[in-house]
Nanobody, 128 residues
Framework: QVQLVESGGGLVQAGGSLRLSCAASGRTFSSYAMGWFRQAPGKERELIAAVSRGGVRTYYADSVKGRFTISRDNAKNTMYLQMNSLKPEDTAVYYC?????????????????????WGQGTQVTVSS
């Protein structure tokens, strides 16, 4: 069974940084693209970043481009999200997610329905 466990969330002041981690288990991590989503209160869950199987190719939502960096360490079965220059509007629960099929290319994985496995989420709160 695939398991995803996020960590690294917390409370930070605007302009600060946080690094989220997503530890994966249950299958060959390096064979699957991965993504980070977030969901703010009253809003839909949105994709903010995705990474290819090898970690070379990435996708970012416009709202985080230039501030967030997605990466992965396949030797450690872990994906990361480095978040810099945080803003109050970044406040949300952040989720890591994985698709069901290894053949799914990262660039096609844009919506929650494209992912089969989810972590429990980690809260990020940015104070002004």
């Amino acid at each position: 069974q695939v398991q995803l466990v996020e960590s690294g969330g917390g409370l930070v002041q605007a302009g600060g940084s946080l690094r989220l981690s997503c530890a994966a288990s249950g299958r060959t991590f390096s064979s699957y693209a991965m993504g980070w989503f977030r969901q703010a209160p009253g809003k839909e869950r949105e994709l903010i970043a995705a990474v290819s199987r090898g970690g070379v190719r990435t996708y970012y939502a416009d709202s985080v481009k230039g501030r967030f960096t997605i990466s992965r360490d396949n030797a450690k079965n872990t994906m990361y999200l480095q978040m810099n220059s945080l803003k109050p509007e970044d406040t949300a629960v952040y989720y890591c997610a994985a698709p069901q099929f290894a053949s799914s290319a990262y660039i096609t994985l844009r919506f929650p329905r494209d992912y089969a496995y989810w972590g429990q989420g980690t809260q990020v709160t940015v104070s002004s």
